[in-house]
């Protein structure tokens, strides 16, 4: 990707026909089942399984999903955030919203594996399950309806390719990841290391948790370690990402400039960042699919059939006149 590009867009291509169905969908209205009629006339109900506080990102999703699901579109949601990122209190919302008798249940999983009993239950019950963002491991189709979330592997491919065109003769590079074990971290992983040219020296790659603090302590050992010579971080969010940023400048040293700093999420704080050149190139992943994923419980309630897997669009930044451009209107 050259430098000029403004911002460049990410979609998986076996999937583009679904999105593009569920999109419009969602946009035209006049051929969908009204949610109330669904459930004669009543509100639909909706289990929300949710992460919750989580950054900037999930603040804005969870957020969006709220807004998206209201007693004016036809819903009435049940938010049920876990509790400090606890996957046992989720499971445990998970099966009161099955005895609840709910109509549809919302997942954003905080962890991978463990679910098959819950989804087990929920199928014998009928009711459909929709994940939001984060898939489950093993992915069994059988046991939920769709999953709707942007395509990991291929924001982190874009990232890796942006990295190669920056730096042809290779460079020295840090890896700072979300909790271990998560299909986010693992999609993420994978589509940066299928995609990063070989002649790049990976000298690190450690967990930060998503956090701006944690992404600091971490990478200044890091640069300490390696006497300064780190010349490329790809932080697998915006927080961790503004994390190493601070880390770079209390090394003395510019970001952007001896550091370049790719990051995911595209929050405004990210922007801002790029804008003023304290990172180099940030990956959109787009949050804002509540239309979606009302579309997808709508035609699931109406037995009609639903993709698997929808991935949402999402676009990357890389240059400061990009952000800058995008600040005015981003809405998270």
Same mark, same amino acid.
């Given at each position: 990707?050259?430098?000029?590009?403004?911002?460049?867009?990410?979609?998986?291509?076996?999937?583009?026909?679904? #999105?593009?169905?569920?999109l419009a969908a969602c946009a035209g209205?006049?051929?969908?089942?009204?949610?109330?009629? #669904?459930?004669?006339?009543?509100?639909v109900t909706v289990g929300f399984v949710?992460?919750?506080?989580?950054? *900037?990102?999930?603040?804005?999703?969870?957020?969006?999903?709220?807004?998206?699901?209201?007693?004016?579109?036809?819903?009435?949601?049940?938010?049920?955030?876990?509790?400090?990122?606890?996957?046992?209190?989720?499971?445990?919302?998970?099966?009161?919203?099955?005895?609840?008798?709910?109509?549809?249940?919302?997942?954003?999983?905080?962890?991978?594996?463990?679910?098959?009993? #819950?989804?087990?239950?929920?199928?014998?019950?009928?009711?459909?399950? =929709?994940?939001?963002?984060?898939?489950?491991?093993? /992915?069994?189709?059988?046991?939920?309806?769709?999953?709707?979330?942007?395509?990991?592997?291929?924001?982190?491919?874009?990232?890796?390719?942006?990295? /190669?065109?920056?730096?042809? +003769?290779?460079?020295?590079?840090? =890896?700072?990841?979300?909790?271990?074990?998560?299909?986010? #971290?693992? +999609?993420? /992983?994978?589509?940066? +290391?299928?995609?990063?040219?070989?002649?790049?020296?990976?000298?690190?790659?450690?967990?930060?948790?998503?956090?701006?603090?944690?992404?600091?302590?971490?990478?200044?050992?890091?640069?300490?370690?390696?006497?300064?010579?780190?010349?490329?971080?790809?932080?697998?969010?915006?927080?961790?990402?503004?994390? =190493?940023?601070?880390?770079?400048?209390?090394?003395?040293?510019?970001?952007?400039? +001896?550091?370049?700093?790719?990051?995911?999420?595209?929050?405004?704080?990210?922007?801002?960042?790029?804008?003023? *050149?304290?990172?180099?190139?940030?990956?959109?992943?787009?949050?804002?699919?509540?239309?979606?994923?009302?579309?997808?419980?709508?035609?699931?309630?109406?037995?009609?059939? =639903?993709?698997?897997?929808?991935?949402?669009?999402?676009?990357?930044?890389?240059?400061?006149?990009?952000?800058?451009?995008?600040?005015?209107?981003?809405?998270?």
């Open positions: 990707m050259s430098k000029s590009t403004k911002f460049r867009s990410i979609a998986g291509l076996a999937l583009a026909g679904a #999105v593009a169905i569920s209205g006049s051929e969908s089942t009204d949610a109330g009629a #669904v459930a004669g006339g009543e509100l949710a992460v919750g506080p989580e950054g *900037g990102w999930r603040t804005a999703n969870e957020q969006n999903i709220q807004d998206s699901f209201s007693k004016d579109n036809g819903f009435e949601l049940k938010y049920a955030p876990a509790t400090n990122g606890d996957q046992n209190s989720q499971i445990t919302a998970f099966t009161s919203f099955i005895d609840e008798g709910v109509d549809v249940i919302l997942l954003s999983a905080t962890e991978a594996t463990g679910w098959e009993s #819950v989804l087990e239950r929920a199928k014998e019950a009928e009711i459909p399950v =929709v994940l939001l963002d984060r898939g489950i491991e093993p /992915n069994d189709t059988e046991l939920y309806t769709s999953r709707i979330a942007p395509d990991n592997v291929g924001i982190s491919a874009s990232a890796a390719e942006w990295a /190669n065109g920056q730096f042809p +003769d290779g460079a020295n590079y840090v =890896v700072l990841e979300g909790p271990p074990g998560l299909s986010v #971290v693992n +999609d993420r /992983n994978k589509g940066w +290391d299928e995609t990063i040219d070989a002649n790049f020296t990976k000298l690190e790659s450690q967990s930060a948790n998503w956090s701006t603090e944690e992404a600091k302590s971490v990478f200044e050992t890091i640069l300490k370690a390696n006497n300064n010579n780190v010349q490329l971080v790809f932080a697998q969010n915006d927080e961790m990402g503004l994390g =190493v940023a601070l880390a770079v400048e209390e090394a003395g040293l510019t970001p952007g400039t +001896d550091v370049k700093i790719i990051t995911i999420d595209g929050t405004k704080a990210a922007l801002e960042a790029l804008a003023a *050149g304290r990172l180099s190139f940030v990956a959109e992943y787009n949050p804002l699919f509540g239309d979606t994923a009302i579309q997808i419980v709508k035609d699931a309630l109406a037995g009609n059939s =639903v993709e698997s897997e929808i991935v949402v669009p999402s676009v990357t930044f890389d240059s400061p006149e990009a952000a800058a451009e995008a600040l005015p209107t981003r809405k998270f």
